[in-house]
């Protein structure tokens, strides 16, 4: 049972580096696919290759600001951190005002959750990280059939 419960905390506590960044970079491109193929399902601009690229992008500057403190060069949250302000840039982009109507606000927010995921991966975290991908795909999923 002890081996099950350490796939629910940090997998660089547990697996070998190497293998803890590729076990990341993989989860986080299955939860970026799963998100970006329900936006390109429902036509969205942020859809099966830009949501794909902001998870593992994050993912990517999480497991490297990991490697940079561990290396002694650094705080592991301000790479990271960082993230938060790029990923706001891009959902920025996304959302359209067109006269009385305010477009791209649920790509934005897909493209947010995306990243806070890539970053949970990032630190280590796979399995919350696939849950709440799986909690997000419910959300735009069911939330947008009572809405039709």
């Known amino acids: 049972m002890a081996d099950i419960a350490c796939y ?5 506590h547990v697996w ?4 803890a960044g590729a076990a990341a970079i993989g989860a986080s491109m299955i939860c970026g696919v ?3 193929l329900e936006r ?4 969205k601009p942020a859809g099966l290759r830009t949501i794909p690229l902001i998870s593992v992008g994050s993912t990517v500057f999480t497991l490297a600001s990991v490697l940079l403190a561990r290396d002694g060069h650094g705080d592991a949250g301000r790479i990271a951190a960082q993230v938060v302000t790029g990923v706001g840039f891009l959902g920025a982009g996304a959302i359209i005002h067109d006269r009385q109507t305010v477009l791209g606000l649920t790509t934005a927010a897909s493209i947010w959750m995306v990243a806070a995921v890539g970053v949970l991966i990032g630190v280590g975290y796979v399995l919350p ?7 997000v795909l419910t959300m735009l999923i069911v939330f947008r059939r009572h809405m039709d």
Do not use: D, E, K, S
């Not at 390109?40 to 036509?43: E, N």
């Not at 990280?129 to 909690?135: D, W």
């Open 8 to 12: 629910f905390g940090n997998l660089h």
């Open 16 to 19: 070998p580096t190497p293998l």
């Open 34 to 36: 799963l998100v970006g």
């Open 40 to 43: 390109h399902r429902r036509q």
């Open 129 to 135: 990280g696939m849950a709440i991908t799986l909690l």
